[in-house]
């Protein structure tokens, strides 16, 4: 696996695999991998003729209280994760050199971000597009990999690439859990070991309200209801929302008779948690986001 | 002469082109085809091995009192002439194909636009932005052609190529002027022949604010007022601004000691013409800008 650290090296690389007729599926992460992450590869691995996978803690898409700072960061495992999972370039460019100066052009989007994590992290969906359009156009993949753990991030990457007419396939991929249901996240190891027990009421909550929509309940407030109740029962978090919006718009629905999201995101000390499950309007389960 | 009518085929084919290991030079246009874009075209010519030009009267560049309508058009003529300089493509789309539906993502530029038409034009330059990164990812150039007379833009699309990482070669090229001096511009048919005769005043004032410049004049203000009162006294136009900028920060500079840019905009009863000089500390013109 090769190691790329520069913009300008990446680019001529990625332009030279490219007139080799080559295909390159990519990774956008921000590190730290667990089997989340390494699903996206495998899944890259399996449809393109090339894996790459970028490392970047993007500082444009966290607020001035937010964890930058501490975003758990380990550079060898990652090499090593990656390598074993058929990556074939991992791309690790420095703060400096993807934002030389102060960025002239701004991002934004009006719609999908109202709600969710958007409420709650202004500016964190307007840092996802700049970055996310600087890599695009730095590795110019033909498929570029989302886990679905980060639903509105997948709406808002959908929104960029229809928009700005990308030519690039977007591909979403199912939420890894742990055995006991908790979605694999980077911000684990930041929980307590009496929040780690908890943590799996996020899970289990939604899985509650699932129930409630498979048995014939249309109205999305009693539901959010029951999730916020569960959670803020079980949990010593602090519910940052509950929310059950049609998805992949994620506009606020009376009556639950198309694709909705369920989600939720929860404050601990140290680590703010979200989960969520793309339904049907009979409550089953979506298997794949198209 | 290749015409494509719509997004997915010049996409598709571009993706072709670049397959084949062959380079593109785009010139985007609003059509209309003047020597100034005949010559963009031209030196595409020589410097890549396809020419893609594009003809779009970009709606979300005009604001709701501007001449969006009244915008010239001739379709048959400009293919005859981009035919003529030996353009390989010509992409015509439509407006519903550009814009299926309302745009969720929104681009701005906090620098180099509250100056010059960027302030008498609002949303002018976002529209600029947006409709170029969608050209840019349909047509993926090697290299992209601008003329100078739109002088704002190129800095403006200058910072859109260095922000978002665009893989793409910026290429500015000089005004194309009529015999006495007007700058070309599709819009000098929407000019009286009395308003066609001062119109010539434009690059006479600008000149001669640049002689001052020549003789060792370093306060823009003084060049500023000479080059406007000119202008008020020679045409029946009514002088938009006359401003003396650094070039492409496009700052206001209190003494001249770089290079900088002298431009002016005046509307008459139709058309609002532009025109400008780029020019170097001690008043020569600057011949390539880079």
């Known amino acids: 696996m090769e190691i790329i650290r520069t913009v300008n090296e ?4 990625s332009l ?3 007139q080799d007729n080559k295909t390159i599926g990519f990774v956008p992460t921000m590190g730290f991998f667990h089997e989340g992450h390494l699903s996206l590869m495998k899944e890259a691995k399996k449809e393109n003729d090339l894996v790459v996978t970028s490392i970047f803690v993007n500082p444009l898409q966290f607020g001035p209280n937010e964890d930058y700072d501490n975003y758990p960061r380990n550079e060898k495992m990652d090499a090593e994760r990656a390598k074993e999972v058929g990556a074939d370039i991992l791309f690790m460019p420095g703060v400096r050199d ?6 002239m052009i701004d991002m934004s989007i009006n719609e999908r971000v109202n709600v969710l994590c958007g409420r709650s992290r202004p500016g964190h969906f307007e840092g996802i597009l700049t970055v996310l359009s600087k890599l695009f156009n730095i590795i110019k993949p033909n498929k570029t990999y989302f886990g679905m753990k980060d639903a509105q991030q997948v709406a808002v990457v959908d929104a960029l690439v229809q928009d700005l007419n990308f030519p690039i396939e977007l591909v979403a ?10 979605a694999k ?3 684990n190891v930041n929980l307590s070991k009496a929040e780690r027990k908890e943590a799996i009421w996020l899970h289990k909550a939604l899985k509650h309200g699932q129930r409630f929509v498979v048995d014939g309940e249309k109205n999305p407030a009693i539901i959010e209801k029951e999730v916020k109740k569960i ?17 992949p718009e994620l506009k606020n629905v009376s009556f639950i008779d198309q694709q909705v999201i369920l989600a939720t995101a ?3 000390e140290r680590a703010r948690l979200i989960d969520n499950l793309i339904l049907n309007a009979d409550g089953s389960l979506v298997k794949q986001i198209k």
Chains 1, 2 share one sequence.
């Open 16 to 18: 030279s695999i490219l």
């Open 185 to 187: 996240s980077s911000r």
């Open 10 to 13: 990446m680019q001529t690389r």
């Open 98 to 103: 993807m934002y030389p100066k102060k960025m």
């Open 266 to 268: 929860v404050f601990f």
């Open 231 to 247: 959670i803020e029962n079980e949990t010593s978090g602090s519910v940052d929302y509950v929310e059950l919006l049609s998805y």
């Open 173 to 182: 991929l199912p939420t890894i859990r742990e055995a006991d249901g908790l």
